[in-house]
């Protein structure tokens, strides 16, 4: 079992224009598609759990409903997002159409539905999180015994159940969008951070805030996984073995650039291997291979053809998605051969596949930052292990 998102639809997802029951009132709140894309790239799954008492009420009829979820799960694909799974009750003990016009475990705040979902999904409904804008969701959250998340306007009010008064276990937010980062971070345990988040009018303040974005992304980053790719490194380097490099864009610049670092600053201790190439630098080759096999095939042709066993792979990916950075790290594993994934985002099929030996996660988005990250990475890699082959002397007369 595990955690889940029971996300409320009407001023959660989509405007409340009280009763939406037609496709033309649809509109999304800023930022919701992304949160949710962002749930999907994390691995958490994401219902959605919504009353629907127009139908009750004769507003619409009940296929309405299910065409509003059918458009919204299509708007959401255009950004790479989706719905695991819509719930929904169409009944209310005060609706005009007799059929629906009934108490029901699924009407919110009732459990039905979370239960349901549960079932569905195999969560764990007290390691969830209930999302929505009206007291009923916190009261769910409150009957599951799920953290809720607040997006109301108005205050959320104490509680009183049996004589006792309490406040709600929800924390609040004005958004799905700004709440995203606090539930991803409490059920994945990485905190994933976005920059920027606001319109900067000079560009001194934006340079600070950008300096910042990265000291604190690399303050972030696990310092047993920087022991154990320096370590496996440091084996491949000492046993004369071969690394291989990669990454697409500007994570191809720094793979190239590793090759050149690694190689010049092993070189220079007279004691390691230097036999690093990236896979990246023969354009020619790399663009035969797109065109006559497919793009997510110019890695892994490679290392089928020239790596061994003994050889070790590190590749870059600002997202930690890039199908032919997974089809190599998937192919090294199948060859025996070592790999190593420094890698942006939550890399969530690299890390769940354990498709690497090591990871390096860098918990940011900002192409930018995750790239300066990995640039600083890589070269702190290569001078820490040059410098363990030498004397304080040496280190003091060296230029680095």
Known sequence: MRPGILLDRDGTIIKDYHYVGHIERIQFIPGAADAIRRFNAAGIPVAVVTNQGGVARG?????????????????????????????????????????????????????????????????????????????????????????????????????????????????????????ANYIIERITGMSLSEFPTMNYSGINSFFQHYSDEVTTTLSK??????????????????????????????????????????????????????????????NTLATALANDIGYDAIFSWQLEQYATKYDVLVVFSVSGESRNIIRAL??????????IAIVGGEAVTI????????????????????????????????????????SDRAIQSARF
Request: glycine content about 6%; overall charge negative; hydrophobic content about 40%.
């Open 59 to 179: 507003f619409y009829p009940e296929d309405n409903v299910i065409e509003v979820h059918q458009y919204i799960q299509r708007e959401l694909a255009e950004h790479n997002a989706w719905i695991d799974l819509f719930l929904y009750s169409p009944r209310h003990p005060e609706g005009s159409v007799k059929e629906y016009a009934t108490e029901h475990e699924w009407h919110k705040p009732n459990t039905g539905m979370a239960h349901a979902a549960a079932r569905s999904l195999d969560l764990d409904l007290k390691q969830s999180f209930v999302v929505g804008d009206r007291i009923t969701d916190m009261k769910l959250a409150r009957n599951i015994g799920a953290q809720g998340i607040y997006l109301g306007k108005e205050p959320l009010p104490t509680a009183v159940w049996d004589g006792i008064e309490f406040h709600y276990n929800a924390v609040p937010f004005p958004s799905l969008s700004i709440a």
């Open 221 to 282: 980053v696990s310092k047993l996984d920087m022991e154990q790719v320096s370590d496996l490194l440091y084996n491949a380097y000492s046993d004369g073995s071969t690394v291989w490099v990669a990454g697409n864009g500007g994570a191809a610049a720094i793979a190239d650039h590793m090759a050149t670092d690694h190689t010049k600053h092993m070189a220079a201790t007279d004691t390691m291997s230097h036999n690093v190439h990236s896979l990246t630098a023969n």
């Open 330 to 339: 998937q192919c090294a594993k199948e060859m025996g051969v070592k790999s």
């Open 351 to 390: 890390r769940e596949a354990r498709l690497a030996d090591c990871t390096i996660n860098i918990p940011a988005t900002n192409y930018g930052v995750v790239e300066d990250a990995m640039s600083i990475i890589q070269h702190c890699l290569a001078q820490y292990i040059r410098q363990t082959q030498m």
